[in-house]
């Protein structure tokens, strides 16, 4: 439906071109793009959790639990997503942005499946209307008479009115539907129903008071602080408790009425802020909850849920396997259902985060280096920092992990927007958009950004502060080159592939022959990624004063500020080994590499813009760093690229620790075909006693003396965003003239199918999908439920495997 309000839309601005504007169909994009992705389940960090993609305003979470035992409800209680719960796998089955999704949760802990079905339907000028239909199917191990607490927060935040409508029945709860009624300047007028659904409730023998019998839906209007809105569990936790005080005094351990009976609300439906909707059922159960925004029109119905999740679901499966034409051998169902699965998760992980965040622009010499002081964090040590709440920003971002890491990572979404750039290229360019939002005056983005209390409550302090000159990899410059290249291929593209771009839901993707439109785009972000770049340049860089060599005419090397003795956080690879001492002289090859690649596509990307004058200095910046690659930082002796430092006799010395680090000028592509360092950076890759392992590439060579050690995280563990960029350049190098083609032939189809059944495998058995995996045993391992970059399987699969018998020629 979006597709063909969409596709009107243009034809409206198309027709109104004629009379000379561009503009007219750039505005539409900007107002399609807000009311088709107004809402979505944003709050990633709930397992249901609804919002807008705006600062305040209704959102809504779902939270539930077995009551058979007074237990229960302290332990079995789910709200936010928790690593290390009694559930096998969670997640979105299914999702579309524009139009919703299914997501099943296996809660073994409470014997149930849950699964929550969302969908939009577009209307009005507020964003549209959106159900979820809840249902709670009791597993095959449980009894099918276990009893469920099922609550439904529903919180406006900000300005604007929310009420129960109707009486509760003299303050005995709901016995059918039960509706709210809301207003705000934002979302215009609504309504919000919770259906009665089906399902049985338990009955009890207690004479106990009517609200708390089985059949009734009990409401809690509240008015809460707004500061404390975000904390819902507490919220519901001190409601019950008060229900409970109530009660318990009437009974005796004998006596004592079942636990369903006594955790429930006190009802007082009405006005407020908060409303708290409580259920209970015996057994399976379902309903629905249903957002009709009144300009839309007509209110949506329980059977227009039900047609609505049907064709969402169609049209998803029909466009999954249009998208992702996934090549052999995993063009089978079972290939198909977990792509679809790392897919859905990732796209249904995408949330909206708003608030401070705390950054510290003191700039204080502890900062700077190596200083241990800056790990310090004792209450003086924070006291003596100078970081302040900044904001508020606003972040419309995918995340890693939904348990573990719900809020935005630099480095990750660039990855994250890989494969959702296929799917929906104008919802990908609406989070570029939103992460250079945060960008500022000198170019500076924050490496992690956690706006917000809600979004601070789950990272340790020491963790929590950003510095404006710690960096982190470009990697959103691939998405944005990406996009150019699209631009310029659909340009000159035949007709057939125009019609599947078609098929998409934006104007973007159904006006990427208009090179004008798309143009607009990149006009627009052009300044501000040349200005990150120049901060890149100038913040990181290295000093290379101490190198009295003549060659170097050009100053280009770099080194990332603010790593410690142990760690590298800015660099995405924490504890991969470097130069040891840290030495302010010291040079970091995988930070050098990035900066080639910026450069590579800003070069690009200005030549599409047609900017000329910028293009010669920038040539000139590359062909220094592509010089400065090989004279700083190339070992003859070890083969691969290597980190730098200043040794005892203060002369250059290359400091080699063979892994991700030594491939990265290959990593970005920078380096040539024909160039016969290529053939020793492919002897590496592919050498099972260094970094080719039957899962993929380990991040660091089974030879080194510091290769599983310490923490161990980027010291042996395969991870999924190196070894992507590994593929895709071994991809590269096997599609092109060049003496290494065959050899990347080799390796490409090899590491496409080892990636591509260990993290299958591994989904298979747990349900998860994982941070990285064991090079030894292929075992998932660290953060499980990690949808983000390890979600680039979907991509993976979808790359034709390459004969390797065929003759030799461009396949491209
Ligand atoms: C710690 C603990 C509840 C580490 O995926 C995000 C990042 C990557 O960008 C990086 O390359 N991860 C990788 O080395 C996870 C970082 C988590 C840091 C926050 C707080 C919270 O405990």
Known sequence: KFAQLLATAAALAVGASATGSETVLINEIGRLNNQSLLWGPYKPNLYFGVRPRMPQGLWTGLMWGRAETYMDIQQLFRYTCEQGQDIHGYGWDEYDARTGGVQTIHDEGNGIDITTSFIKVPGGNHGGSWAARIKGTVRDDTPDDTKYLVHYYIAQEGLGDLEVQGEDGDGLGFEGDVTLKGSSSALGDYTVVITEGSGNHPESDHEISASRRGDRTVVRSLVLPGEHIWQAKPAVFQQLQESIQEVQQQYTDETLPPPWQIYRLKPQAGGGNVHLIQKVFEGSFEFDVIFSSASAGKELTSQDVTR???????????????????????????????????????????????????????????????????????????????????????????????PFFPRGFFWDEGFHLIPIADWDIDLTLEVVKSWYNTMDSDGWIPREQILGPEARSKVPAEFQVQYPHYANPPTLFLIIEDFMERLRGANGSAPAEKETLSQGQTLYNAHLDNLELGGDFLRKIYPLLRRQYDWFRKTQKGNIKAYDREAFSSKEAYRWKGRSETHCLTSGLDDYPRPQPPHPGELHVDLMSWVGFMTKSLINIADALGIADEIAELKKNLFAIERNLDDLHWSEKDGCYC?????????????????????????????????AKLGKILDLVGDESHLFSPHGLRSLSKQDPLYGTEENYWRSPVWMPINYMALTQLHRIATQE???????????????????????????????????????????????????????????????????????????
């Open 308 to 402: 609505e999740i049907k064709e969402t679901s169609e049209a998803f499966a029909q466009r999954f396997s249009s998208v992702f034409d996934l090549k052999k051998p995993y063009n089978t169902d079972k290939y198909q259902k977990f792509g679809k699965s790392m897919f859905s998760n990732l796209i249904g992980g995408i949330g909206y985060f708003q608030g401070h965040q705390l950054i510290d622009r003191s700039y204080a010499d502890e900062y700077e280096e190596e200083n241990e002081g800056f790990w310090d964090d004792t209450a003086e040590a924070r006291a003596r920092k100078a970081q302040q709440l900044e904001g508020p920003y606003e972040l419309f971002t995918s995340v890693p992990s939904r």
């Open 643 to 675: 980190d730098a430092t200043i040794d005892e006799y203060e002369e250059h010395a290359l400091v080699c620790h063979k892994g991700y680090i030594s491939l990265f000028p290959f990593l970005v592509g920078l380096m040539k075909p024909d160039d």
């Open 738 to 812: 060049g003496p290494f083609q065959g050899k990347a032939r080799g390796l490409y189809n090899k590491l496409r199918t080892n990636l591509v059944d260990t993290v299958f495998k591994s989904w298979e058995e747990t349900g998860f999908a994982w941070e990285q995996y064991n090079p030894e045993t292929g075992a998932g391992q660290r953060t499980q439920h990690f949808t983000g970059w390890t979600s680039l399987v979907v991509k993976i699969m979808a790359m034709a495997p390459l004969d390797e018998a065929a003759p030799i020629r461009d396949e491209l």
